[in-house]
């Protein structure tokens, strides 16, 4: 079977009271980011990650450099 690279996320807690989206952060394990690579067959379920950007976005935001 073919490995995959996870990073992982915290559970889905709480939504944000605006969007509606739940709000997950990066999950640590002795302060570093928790990852795994595991077999591609064990993947359930994928999820569709977006930035939290606040009230204001920048307009010099491009997808060359974002």
């Known amino acids: 079977h073919p490995l995959v690279y996870v990073e992982w996320f915290t559970a889905l807690h709480h939504k944000d ?3 509606g989206l739940y709000v997950v952060n990066c999950s640590m394990c002795h302060h570093q980011p928790n990852v795994s690579i ?3 067959d064990h993947i359930v379920w994928l999820c569709h990650l977006q930035a939290q950007c606040g009230k204001h976005i920048s307009g010099n935001w491009s997808s060359e450099n974002v």
């Open 17 to 19: 009271p605006v969007s």
């Open 38 to 40: 595991i077999s591609a």
